[in-house]
Every structure is written in C-alpha cells, then in structure tokens.
C-alpha cells in the first residue's frame, strides 16, 4: 500500500487551504479541523433509554443517557436531551434514526413508532414512522422491533428539534418499550451529513 503525504489541502470553494499537522497520526481527527473539509462528518452522536417503558401512547420522555459503551465513541458536540426533546449541537442537515424494541404478552394489530419534528420549538408534527405487529400465538411473550428515519434540515438549532413517540393503533396499553444500560433496544442515531 503507498502513501500519499501532504503538507496543505486546498479548499474545494477556492478559500484557502488547511495546514495538515506534522506528526503522524493525528491528521484531522478533530471535529474543529474537519469542520472546514467539504463533506467531512462533524456530529455523530446515539442515545437511548436506560430503562424500560410500559404502557399506552406515549412519547419517549424520561431517562435517556447517550450511549457510554467503551466501544462508542462520540463526534464532535452531540446533541443535548431534556424530558425527550433533542437539541442540536449546529445547524446542518441531520439523518435522525429511530429503532423501537417492544414485547407484549398479549397481541395488537400495529405498533407504530414515530419521529416528531419542531422548525417552532412549539407544534410538533410526525414526519417518519415505522410499524410492527405482534401476535400472540401461546402463552409466551412476543417480542418485536421497528425502525424509522427521516432527514431533517435543521437551519435553527434554538427552533429545530425532535422528540421520539410510541402509538398502539388499538389503544393497548400493555406493551414494554424495551431500553437498557448495557446494549441497545430501542435507541436513537443522530449524524450530520453536511451544512444547510
């Protein structure tokens, strides 16, 4: 394998270039020096619940924590959470994950898990769903999951924000949201792709 070594690499737009540091190994692993990179990932960051929820419609509200596996490694700020709404860290176009881990010792005709959007910081509307369905066919609890996503051009972090929802088409109430401390259920992926 070569290697191609450099000293400057030239902005795209014709605005300067950036100085590559000389020391091997740490060459624009900061999200300060890739901010300036055409197409560079800035933020990466994934959340999700600590415990389990049960019940009825809900949206996902408490006991959130971001994802603090040792093999998880966060880029750049990542998003701050208060009572299930996200803030993002900069303004950008964001791809928002949402995966929904339910059981039920029971059956229900349709799960929906929905992702819900702000451009108001007031009046959320659902942009992006995922649908499952559980049956029970003994005694046993029923496991299934779901997954959603949506890309979100967030052109005012104090406006633009998100929370996460759970809705049972026929009003049951006895489904388990599914979270965890140690490995994810139902977890939530933020990443921004590039500016607005």
């Not at 900061?30 to 389990?52: C, F, H, I, N, Q």
């Not at 003994?138 to 949506?150: E, Q």
């Not at 924000?161 to 006895?174: A, C, M, S, W």
Request: net charge negative; proline share 3%.
């Amino acid at each position: 394998m070569s290697e191609i070594l450099v000293n400057t690499i030239k902005k795209a737009d014709g605005t300067g270039s950036i100085t590559v540091p000389a020391d091997t190994g740490t060459v624009l692993t900061t999200a300060s020096s890739l901010s300036s990179v055409p197409g560079a990932v800035t933020e990466v960051d994934m959340w999700r619940p600590s415990t389990d929820y049960t019940g009825g419609a809900t949206d996902l509200t408490a006991n959130w924590e971001r994802v603090d596996d040792s093999e998880f490694s966060l880029i750049g700020t990542g998003m701050t959470e208060s009572s299930g709404i996200f803030t993002f860290p900069q303004t950008g176009k964001y791809k928002v994950d949402f995966h929904l881990a339910m059981s039920l010792n029971g059956s229900c005709r349709g799960l929906f898990g929905r992702i819900f959007l702000t451009t108001d910081n007031s009046t959320y509307f659902s942009k992006s769903f995922g649908r499952a369905y559980i049956s029970r066919v003994n005694t046993n609890v029923t496991h299934t999951s779901l997954f959603t996503s949506y890309i979100f051009d967030v052109t005012n972090t104090t406006t633009h924000k998100v929370k996460f929802n759970y809705l049972p088409d026929d009003g049951e109430t006895g489904v388990t949201i599914r979270g965890g401390t140690s490995q994810n259920s139902t977890f939530v992926t933020f990443i921004r792709l590039g500016d607005t």
